[in-house]
Structures are given as structure tokens and as C-alpha cells.
């Protein structure tokens, strides 16, 4: 089975930066996955790690370590539009997405 | 339009009942998923199926059954609704060469009276 455990709630200020941790247990790992989710929404895909390292794109960079099951999702000059819960997933070889519980994200002024 | 599209959107039905939701979809992918998602809880996989003759089960399929009838369909079936199946139902496919990036529907959302 897998195990995936992040935040269920933060708080950030418009303008600031925030971090969002995802810890994941599993065997056949193939990749970690980000998704936001605004209110009423379908889920969008945001970012992916399959090697150790960050990933960058946009305001928006990702992270991996592997042998710490570790990953996170680093969000700069938030603007209030990223209000939204942001979602870890972790792909098993052969198999689908399973997804952590999600955090959700409140940008204030 | 979009390239995702779930039927219905919204639906009331009471315990016992038989329903149905349906897929299509029209990005030519070979894999679609059902998920359900219910606050705190997360998007939990119910089915997924890989091509058209491929069907597996996900964490939670107790109560829930599927059909694959075409590569751009993929229906998911409450033979007998209960409560607790109450929930926004998504559904959402991938490409082969990239299985982690879904593109998710609009989602269904059911209550079971």
C-alpha cells in the first residue's frame, strides 16, 4: 500500500513564499506528482519529480528526495489567486495516481 | 467543449437505486480512472482501466462496478446506492507515456438520500 501524509491547512501572505510538505511511503516508485484544486473545481496538474531534485516552472518549483520519501511544493510572490488545495500523488509502476489528502491553502491580503 | 465530460453533473437518487455515471472523453487516451472525493478525505481511486480490455480495481471499489465500452468511455455503476456513497465523483484519463499527468472531468456530484 502506499501511505502519503501533507498538511491539511496554511495560511500564507500575499507577496510571501510557502512551502507545502508531502512525506510518502511506497514500493515501485515512479514519480511524484502536484495538483491544485480551486473550490468547485476539477483538479489541474502543476508539477512532477521522477529524480531527486527541484524542478522549477514559474512562480511554481518542485522537489523530490527519494530516499527520504520527501517532497515538497514551493509557491513564491503568492498572489491570492492561489487559494486552492494543493495535491500530492504518487505514481506506482503498473498502476494509477494515489493521492494524499490534500492542503488547502489560504492567501490573505 | 470539453475534453473530458461527465454525465450527469449533479444527481439525487435514493438508497437502493441503480446508478449510473458516465465518461467520454475525446483526447484519444487510452487510460481513464475513476476517483471519488469527499472533504478531508482526499481523491480516492475507485477503478481504473488501461485500454479497453483492462480493468483493475483501486482502493475503494466495494459497492461500485465498471465498464469500459469504447477507448473514449468509461462508466461507472452503483448497483445499489447507499449514503454513504454521497460524494463528488471524478473522472480522468492519461496518456500511456505519461501516467501521472491526469486530465480530469468536471466531476459528478451524487447524493444518496
Known amino acids: 500500500g502506499q501511505n502519503i501524509d501533507q498538511p491539511t491547512e496554511m495560511t500564507a501572505t500575499e507577496g510571501a513564499i510557502v512551502q507545502i510538505n508531502c512525506t510518502y511511503q511506497?514500493?515501485?516508485?515512479?514519480?511524484l506528482f502536484w495538483y491544485q484544486q480551486h473550490a468547485g473545481e476539477a483538479p489541474t496538474f502543476l508539477s512532477y519529480n521522477v529524480l531527486d531534485g527541484l524542478e522549477e516552472k514559474g512562480r511554481f518549483s518542485s522537489f523530490l528526495s527519494r530516499s527520504k520519501g520527501y517532497s515538497y511544493l514551493l509557491l513564491k510572490e503568492l498572489q491570492m489567486k492561489d487559494s486552492a488545495s494543493y495535491l500530492c500523488a504518487v505514481h506506482q509502476a503498473g498502476t494509477a495516481l494515489i493521492f494524499g489528502k490534500g492542503t488547502t491553502l489560504s492567501v490573505s491580503s | 467543449d470539453a475534453d473530458v465530460t461527465q454525465t450527469p453533473r449533479n444527481r439525487i437518487t435514493k438508497t437502493g437505486k441503480r446508478i449510473m455515471l458516465e465518461c467520454s472523453q475525446t483526447k484519444g487516451h487510452d487510460r481513464m480512472y475513476w476517483y471519488r472525493q469527499d472533504p478531508g478525505l482526499g481523491l480516492r481511486l475507485i477503478y481504473y482501466s488501461f485500454d479497453v480490455k483492462d480493468i483493475n480495481k483501486g482502493e475503494i471499489s466495494d459497492g461500485y462496478s465498471v465498464s469500459r465500452q469504447a477507448q473514449a468511455k468509461f462508466s461507472l455503476s452503483l448497483e445499489s446506492a447507499i449514503p454513504n456513497q454521497t460524494a463528488l465523483y471524478f473522472c480522468?484519463?492519461?496518456?500511456?507515456?505519461?501516467?501521472?499527468?491526469?486530465?480530469f472531468g468536471e466531476g459528478s456530484r451524487l447524493t444518496v438520500l
Open positions: 511506497t514500493s515501485g516508485f515512479n514519480g
Open positions: 480522468a484519463t492519461s496518456e500511456v507515456a505519461y501516467p501521472g499527468e491526469l486530465f
